[in-house]
């Protein structure tokens, strides 16, 4: 006679429930912590650009002559080496955060700022004011957003302001459709509807209704495109035509950096692994967020 | 289909128009006097006054603009400021560079990108498999093309020596031997150049192709995803097909469809991509033609760049919007 082992209930309903736990911790794992890791980089930077003059270990325009393309070194006083003028490329990273951050940041509320209202409208309204708008959005992105804002700060030259708002109008396009596509959907809800049932105007169907209700999946996009902006602000200084030297940014100390890849490596590889981390902190803050918040934009 | 077709070249004609306008008041705009520029501060003023007159700007601005949209729909630039030559010889040089760097970029973005795609789309519950998978992507969308060219420099061209620091190699060779048909009488010559020109590709591209398979990536686990959930993968499954087959034979064909679509953005990409690898790996090419003109304020030869980059994405995107008609009958445009 066989003797089959019965299950007991009360060992299998804890088996799974410690299943089911596990499962759980491994999904919250699997939320949470690319967006930890985002947040944490991203918070990073911020703390390190807004208080660049206290941690900077030096100037970031002092020039040493006695340490010129001098490798990196923990014990010496410059921890990540220097450029070809004796500068203390770690300072001059540092001080470039301040650069990346506020281009990213203020060209995004800038794309943000024009694009949504003109998308909203378009939306809203339709018609013949529909059609202009978005025939000038397509038109525009028509350029990649690198090539667009080459134009724009190849007319304008290039100083941070200029950086800023040639990528600000680079990224507008992309901010213009997708509050359109948003305020399509929105305007056909019933709450629209009861809106103008009670009287309200357009203006204040798009201000208090539609807005409001986009927002949300508008700002997990921006959190992206300040990513696609620090990209494009490293590319336009790499090619040189970002802020001039000697003021520090990402991309400008790369660029110099080039000339000396064969003896001295370091000035490119760490000024392009802050760029990449910078990229990497915003990604992953926008892309957990989309999953958390908006799965409608998954498929963007 | 065939209104369909019409529609969208309709479409596409002002849009081109409209992009060229803005890349000419653009340029226009631009602070500083391209004679100045060229002839230098000490010019006297009657030197500019004839060099404005030769280049044409003096005329009204609407004359310059309706004959700039004229000419340039004749693929005529005009001359480049600097050296003289017309612009579309430069054009015509650079172009296969760009073009044989974009397409080599593009396979190695293939063959990265999609198996790795449809491997998270099908593994996506394996946390081993997805994770680091995901790492990649988000690795390759955030890694600057200049850096990566730049750490494949530093190792594989100066610290290794394996491939070449700068340069192309003898594409012009290459083709002028294909032209000739040289490519008979001395097949080993030829084999060598072309050699040696994949020789001096190998960096770039992969470079290129690595930040491009992240896109691709991303792109193809969406497809495979949407693909995997349909009713015809059901229904494969349900006939007792091995998952192999559901997955060669229901789900990849299938996918390959919505990947059609993403070769536009694919080219645009591709296409900003060399602006920064040409310039890295000092290649000739349109990206960095565009970049040392706008260096060297050489508005013509900039223009014409600018305005060859975006005709190449408006008709990159309206054939494969006609692609897309032609290869999925399901779809119906209005």
Redesign the interface.
């Known amino acids: 006679m066989a003797i089959v082992r019965r299950a007991d209930p009360v060992d299998l309903a804890i088996a799974t429930a410690g299943e089911a736990a596990r499962s759980a911790r491994r999904g919250r794992l699997r939320r949470w912590l690319p967006i930890s890791i985002g947040i944490v980089l991203a918070a990073t930077m911020v703390v390190v650009a807004a208080a660049a003059p206290l941690i900077a270990p030096l100037s970031p325009s002092a020039q040493y002559a006695d340490a010129v393309l001098k490798g990196p070194g923990a014990a010496d006083r410059h921890v990540l080496g220097t450029d070809e003028f004796g500068r203390d490329v770690l300072s001059r990273i540092i001080w470039g955060a301040r650069v990346s951050l506020e281009v990213g940041l203020v060209s995004v509320v800038f794309a943000f700022a024009v694009g949504v209202p003109l998308g909203i409208v378009a939306g809203v309204l339709g018609g013949r004011v529909e059609m202009l708008i978005m025939r000038g959005a397509d038109m525009l992105m028509a350029f990649p957003t690198l090539l667009l804002a080459l134009i724009i700060v190849t007319a304008l030259g290039g100083s941070l302001s200029n950086e800023m708002l040639a990528i600000g109008v680079a990224l507008t396009p992309n901010f213009v459709r997708l509050s359109r596509s948003l305020a399509l959907t929105i305007r056909e809800q019933d709450y629209i509807l009861a809106a103008r049932a009670l009287g309200s105007g357009q203006l204040r169907v798009m201000a208090r209704h539609v807005f409001p209700n986009a927002l949300y999946a508008l700002v997990v996009v921006a959190t992206l495109y300040i990513a696609t902006a620090i990209r494009t602000e490293a590319s336009l200084s790499f090619l040189g035509l970002g802020i001039p030297p000697p003021t520090p940014s990402w991309g400008n100390i790369l660029s110099e950096g080039r000339q000396y890849i064969k003896c001295c490596p370091w000035i490119t590889t760490f000024s392009g692994l802050a760029i990449m981390v910078a990229v990497l902190a915003f990604n992953l803050v926008g892309d957990a967020l989309r999953d958390l918040l908006d799965p409608r934009l998954k498929g963007e | 289909m065939l209104q369909y077709v019409l529609r969208r070249i309709l479409i596409a004609v002002?849009?081109?128009i409209?992009?060229m306008s803005?890349?000419f008041f653009?340029?226009r705009?631009?602070?500083g006097d391209p004679c100045v520029a060229m002839m230098g501060d000490q010019a006297t003023s009657e030197a500019l006054a004839d060099c404005t007159k030769n280049l044409g700007l003096n005329r009204p601005l609407a004359v310059q603009y309706a004959d700039y949209l004229w000419r340039s729909v004749r693929f005529d630039f005009g001359n480049s400021f600097r050296q003289g030559y017309p612009v579309r010889d430069y054009i015509a040089r650079m172009f296969p560079h760009t073009f044989v760097l974009v397409m080599a970029s593009a396979i190695v973005a293939a063959l990265v990108g999609i198996p790795i795609g449809i491997v998270s789309a099908l593994k996506r519950r394996n946390?081993l498999i997805d994770y680091p998978l995901r790492i990649f992507a988000?690795?390759g969308?955030?890694?600057?093309v200049?850096?990566l060219g730049?750490?494949l420099?530093?190792v594989f061209s100066?610290r290794l020596n394996i491939f070449p620091l700068i340069g192309a190699g003898d594409l012009d060779g290459v083709l002028a031997m294909i032209g000739s048909g040289e490519v008979f009488l001395y097949p080993r010559d030829f084999l060598v150049a072309v050699g040696d020109v994949l020789h001096h590709l190998t960096l770039p591209a992969l470079a290129l192709g690595f930040t491009l398979a992240a896109t691709v990536s991303r792109l193809s686990r969406?497809a495979m995803l949407?693909v995997i959930s349909q009713d015809y993968i059901r229904t494969a499954r349900a006939k007792g097909h091995v998952e192999r087959v559901v997955v060669y034979k229901h789900a990849l064909r299938n996918m390959l469809v919505p990947l059609l679509t993403i070769i536009g953005i694919f080219v645009?990409?591709a296409?900003?991509g060399t602006?920064?690898t040409e310039?890295?790996f000092t290649r000739p090419g349109l990206g960095k033609m565009?970049?040392d003109a706008?260096?060297a304020r050489d508005y013509p030869l900039?223009q014409g760049a600018?305005t060859v980059?975006?005709m190449i994405?408006?008709v990159v995107n309206l054939v494969v919007d006609m692609l897309y008609a032609v290869v999925d009958p399901r779809i119906t445009y209005r």
């Open positions: 002002p849009m081109l409209g992009a803005i890349v653009a340029m705009v631009l602070p946390p988000l690795l969308l955030s890694m600057p200049f850096w730049i750490l420099l530093i100066l969406s949407e645009a990409i296409l900003t602006v920064l310039t890295v565009l970049v706008i260096g900039a600018i980059f975006t994405i408006i």
